[in-house]
């Protein structure tokens, strides 16, 4: 049975003709602070759900026509009520809220989501002039920032931080350029959310084991006529691969893995999520909704271990950036006072400056 719409030609090309491991266009940044609100979305009842001034790290993360912003506060001590606590955001109907008990020998981490209005289509009535759409609380919000959470807990050394929670609060600004229902883009809004979240604790100074790199895939049912077959990159040593139906087959189940999908690619064919530690090879999320072969699985989970490690470089270069950024000023100033910044060293090396310049140096 073939679907209504032809996601992959006989010359093994896609809907907006990518081949089928060729990522969109991927930008990951580190900016310095989330755009200040408007005076008119300052004013507006549903401003709360803005992401508040001060933030500890912010980072952008693009996918193609998919596009999330990650704000980190923290760590900083636990709120009681207010935005960031679920029972406050629940009561006043504010956005979708993961948040789980305090524990004194560990940090806690709570996530919050909010859907900018002009990237879905809503109802009469359900926008608001803040540019947040009311009554973000629904379920692919929610499981949004339940996997986002459940994502990074593992990584964060949260027993740095006792007794301290880490704020973070996704904003979708734009959802795979659609604008009809409000369950499309699933996987592009959680990959991108993985993305910019790991490059906003990064720029806020919080420890991770490991870059966590997230990306969507697909298993396209047979090879095209004219396609390559697509051989994995390395092998996995499972035993349930030993009873798959397609054990005894060559290397690749058949089937055509396709990375970093679309919306219609997304509806019409078998997907998952994936997010990787790319230097350890460690999996710290899968996201699966549908039904699967066994070999199928495993050729995609191995296709998103590679596949992240083009995303880890793209976030390497991020960050990169970001820290060049920082440290321009400092050389601009040494380049204007050239003794300034080896002030220091040359009272050392001098020997000769008494009291006197060893109190200056300290």
């Given at each position: 049975?073939?679907?209504?719409?032809?996601?992959?030609?006989?010359?093994?090309l896609r809907l907006d003709s990518r081949l089928p491991l060729e990522l969109r266009d991927l930008s990951l940044?580190?900016?310095?602070?989330?755009?200040?609100?408007?005076?008119?979305?300052?004013?507006?009842?549903?401003?709360?759900?803005?992401?508040?001034?001060?933030?500890?790290?912010?980072?952008?993360?693009?996918?193609?026509?998919?596009?999330?912003?990650?704000?980190?506060?923290?760590?900083?001590?636990?709120?009681?009520?207010?935005?960031?606590?679920?029972?406050?955001?629940?009561?006043?109907?504010?956005?979708?809220?993961?948040?789980?008990?305090?524990?004194?020998?560990?940090?806690?981490?709570?996530?919050?989501?909010?859907?900018?209005?002009?990237?879905?289509?809503?109802?009469?009535?359900?926008?608001?002039?803040?540019?947040?759409?009311?009554?973000?609380?629904?379920?692919?919000?929610?499981?949004?920032?339940?996997?986002?959470?459940?994502?990074?807990?593992?990584?964060?050394?949260?027993?740095?931080?006792?007794?301290?929670?880490?704020?973070?609060?996704?904003?979708?600004?734009?959802?795979?350029?659609?604008?009809?229902?409000?369950?499309?883009?699933?996987?592009?809004?959680?990959?991108?959310?993985?993305?910019?979240?790991?490059?906003?604790?990064?720029?806020?100074?919080?420890?991770?084991?490991?870059?966590?790199?997230?990306?969507?895939?697909?298993?396209?049912?047979?090879?095209?006529?004219?396609?390559?077959?697509?051989?994995?990159?390395?092998?996995?040593?499972?035993?349930?691969?030993?009873?798959?139906?397609?054990?005894?087959?060559?290397?690749?189940?058949?089937?055509?893995?396709?990375?970093?999908?679309?919306?219609?690619?997304?509806?019409?064919?078998?997907?998952?999520?994936?997010?990787?530690?790319?230097?350890?090879?460690?999996?710290?999320?899968?996201n699966l909704e549908t039904r699967v072969g066994v070999g199928r699985f495993e050729e995609m989970l191995r296709?998103?271990?590679?596949?992240?490690?083009?995303?880890?470089?793209?976030?390497?270069?991020?960050?990169?950036?970001?820290?060049?950024?920082?440290?321009?000023?400092?050389?601009?100033?040494?380049?204007?006072?050239?003794?300034?910044?080896?002030?220091?060293?040359?009272?050392?090396?001098?020997?000769?400056?008494?009291?006197?310049?060893?109190?200056?140096?300290?």
């Amino acid at each position: 049975m073939q679907s209504r719409t032809q996601l992959l030609t006989p010359s093994a090309l896609r809907l907006d003709s990518r081949l089928p491991l060729e990522l969109r266009d991927l930008s990951l940044s580190i900016l310095p602070a989330p755009p200040s609100p408007s005076a008119s979305s300052a004013a507006s009842p549903s401003s709360s759900a803005l992401p508040p001034a001060g933030a500890d790290g912010y980072a952008l993360a693009s996918h193609g026509l998919t596009s999330v912003s990650s704000s980190v506060f923290g760590p900083r001590e636990p709120a009681r009520s207010g935005a960031w606590s679920g029972a406050g955001a629940a009561a006043q109907g504010g956005p979708a809220t993961a948040g789980g008990a305090q524990k004194g020998d560990r940090g806690s981490v709570n996530v919050e989501v909010g859907v900018a209005a002009w990237s879905e289509r809503v109802g009469q009535g359900q926008a608001s002039e803040g540019g947040v759409r009311r009554g973000g609380k629904d379920r692919r919000t929610i499981e949004l920032a339940a996997a986002v959470k459940n994502t990074f807990e593992p990584v964060l050394l949260l027993h740095l931080y006792p007794r301290s929670a880490i704020d973070i609060y996704l904003q979708i600004l734009e959802n795979d350029g659609c604008f009809e229902a409000r369950d499309e883009g699933e996987r592009a809004v959680l990959q991108a959310a993985i993305n910019a979240t790991s490059l906003a604790l990064i720029s806020a100074g919080l420890p991770l084991s490991d870059y966590v790199c997230s990306l969507s895939l697909a298993s396209y049912p047979s090879l095209p006529p004219l396609g390559p077959a697509q051989i994995p990159p390395f092998a996995l040593s499972t035993p349930s691969a030993a009873f798959s139906n397609d054990a005894a087959a060559p290397p690749g189940s058949g089937s055509t893995t396709l990375l970093d999908l679309v919306h219609a690619e997304e509806q019409g064919l078998p997907n998952l999520t994936v997010a990787v530690l790319p230097r350890s090879g460690r999996v710290t999320l899968v996201n699966l909704e549908t039904r699967v072969g066994v070999g199928r699985f495993e050729e995609m989970l191995r296709w998103g271990v590679e596949g992240a490690k083009v995303v880890q470089q793209a976030m390497e270069e991020a960050v990169r950036t970001w820290a060049a950024s920082l440290a321009a000023p400092q050389q601009q100033l040494g380049a204007l006072f050239p003794g300034l910044l080896g002030s220091g060293a040359g009272g050392a090396g001098g020997g000769g400056g008494g009291d006197e310049d060893d109190e200056m140096d300290l």
